[in-house]
């Protein structure tokens, strides 16, 4: 997991490098609350599997989904797109297109490796886990 942290928190600002370091811990230490109680049904996921989604799920939350907020519904007018100027952000076309392409780039390598897409949208470890077991085939119920 950490390896993995490391190449997608390498070029972070300080501060939002510790908030994903933060939610990582965070739903780690839930995960494991769940999994040493056996909370947690039997799942083709072993823990460290589910580990690895927490820090994709992290990073998507608190990186990716932001940036990917900004690049919706661009503004238009009869005069062409307004860009949204936020500080010394501008936030146009030119901008829009890089995040785009890493968002279907970040999905593209979620789906490769059966990861399903609602679970990025998981704030904890219980709904990120029905996420994963949601998408199995024959999969326990999970309340």
Request: proline share 7%.
């Amino acid at each position: 997991m950490e390896p993995l942290m490391e190449v997608l928190a390498e070029g972070l600002d300080t501060a939002v490098r510790r908030r994903l370091d933060w939610r990582v811990r965070a739903m780690d230490s839930h995960l494991s609350y769940i999994w040493e109680r056996s909370l947690a049904p039997r799942s083709r996921w072993p823990i460290e599997s589910v580990r690895i989604v927490i820090v994709l799920n992290s990073f998507y939350q608190i990186v990716l989904a932001p940036l990917a907020a900004s690049t919706r519904s661009p503004l238009t007018s009869e005069v062409g797109e307004v860009p949204i100027t936020y500080g010394t952000l501008r936030f146009d076309e030119r901008r829009a297109r890089p995040i785009r392409a890493a968002m279907f780039r970040f999905r593209s390598l979620l789906l490769d490796s059966s990861v399903p897409l609602p679970a990025l949208r998981a704030n904890h470890a219980d709904d990120l886990l029905s996420a994963l077991m949601q998408a199995e085939p024959d999969a326990e119920e999970w309340e």
